[in-house]
C-alpha cells in the first residue's frame, strides 16, 4: 500500500470522519457493459467492499455520489451499509455540498476519491481529494494524491487503507484478521 507521506497531506487524511467514493472509474473500471436486452451489468471489486466496511467500523462514514443512476449501484450501496447514495448527480460538488448540510460533515473532514472532470469540484472542495492512475490527466494534475491502484481493481480500497493508515488505525484492523 502506498502511504500518504507528505505531512500537510497526511494530517488533512488523519482528520477524515466521512469518505465519499464516485462509482464509474473508481468502484468499477469505468467500462459501461450491457446484456442483449440493455440491462447494464457492473463489476464491483471485492477489495473494495472490505476497504469500505473497514472504514465504516474505524468510524468513518461512507457516501457514493454519482452522475449515472443503477439499481445495482443502490444493491451494492445497501450490501456495503454506505449511509449516503446519491445517484443521478453530475454536479458532484453541488450534491457534495448538500451532504455537509444534511450532516456534521464538512470539507474539512472529507475525503473524495474521483476519476473525470464532474468529480473535480469536488476532489478539490474535499480536505483530502484523490484520484487513480486511469483518471484524467487534468484530474490527476489537480488531485491531492493518486492511487498506485486503478478504478475498479483496487484503488477504492487503496484510498481507504490511505485514510485508516493515516489515522493510524490500518494495523489494528488488520490484527482481527490474524
Given at each position: 500500500?502506498?502511504?500518504?507521506?507528505?505531512?500537510?497531506?497526511?494530517?488533512?487524511?488523519?482528520?477524515?470522519?466521512?469518505?465519499?467514493?464516485?462509482?464509474?472509474?473508481?468502484?468499477?473500471?469505468?467500462?459501461?457493459?450491457?446484456?442483449?436486452?440493455?440491462?447494464?451489468?457492473?463489476?464491483?471489486?471485492?477489495?473494495?467492499?472490505?476497504?469500505?466496511?473497514?472504514?465504516?467500523?474505524?468510524?468513518?462514514?461512507?457516501?457514493?455520489i454519482t452522475?449515472?443512476?443503477?439499481?445495482?449501484?443502490?444493491?451494492?450501496?445497501?450490501?456495503?451499509?454506505?449511509?449516503?447514495?446519491?445517484?443521478?448527480?453530475?454536479?458532484?460538488?453541488?450534491?457534495?455540498?448538500?451532504?455537509?448540510?444534511?450532516?456534521?460533515?464538512?470539507?474539512?473532514?472529507?475525503?473524495?476519491?474521483?476519476?473525470?472532470?464532474?468529480?473535480?469540484?469536488?476532489?478539490?472542495?474535499?480536505?483530502?481529494?484523490?484520484?487513480?492512475?486511469?483518471?484524467?490527466?487534468?484530474?490527476?494534475?489537480?488531485?491531492?494524491w493518486c492511487?498506485?491502484r486503478t478504478?475498479?481493481?483496487?484503488?477504492?480500497?487503496?484510498?481507504?487503507?490511505?485514510?485508516?493508515?493515516?489515522?493510524?488505525?490500518?494495523?489494528?484492523?488488520?490484527?482481527?484478521?490474524?
Amino acid at each position: 500500500m502506498q502511504r500518504v507521506t507528505l505531512p500537510a497531506l497526511r494530517q488533512r487524511a488523519a482528520g477524515v470522519t466521512l469518505a465519499v467514493f464516485d462509482v464509474d472509474g473508481i468502484m468499477t473500471d469505468g467500462g459501461l457493459h450491457f446484456l442483449p436486452d440493455g440491462k447494464e451489468v457492473k463489476m464491483f471489486n471485492t477489495l473494495d467492499g472490505l476497504g469500505i466496511k473497514m472504514l465504516q467500523k474505524a468510524g468513518i462514514e461512507t457516501a457514493i455520489i454519482t452522475g449515472r443512476k443503477s439499481t445495482q449501484v443502490e444493491l451494492r450501496a445497501k450490501s456495503l451499509g454506505i449511509t449516503y447514495l446519491h445517484q443521478g448527480r453530475e454536479d458532484k460538488l453541488v450534491a457534495l455540498e448538500s451532504l455537509w448540510q444534511e450532516t456534521s460533515h464538512t470539507a474539512e473532514t472529507t475525503a473524495y476519491i474521483g476519476d473525470d472532470l464532474p468529480d473535480l469540484s469536488a476532489i478539490r472542495a474535499a480536505a483530502f481529494g484523490v484520484t487513480v492512475p486511469n483518471g484524467h490527466h487534468f484530474v490527476k494534475d489537480h488531485a491531492d494524491w493518486c492511487t498506485t491502484r486503478t478504478g475498479g481493481f483496487g484503488a477504492a480500497r487503496e484510498f481507504c487503507e490511505a485514510i485508516l493508515e493515516a489515522q493510524g488505525k490500518l494495523d489494528a484492523l488488520y490484527e482481527e484478521f490474524l
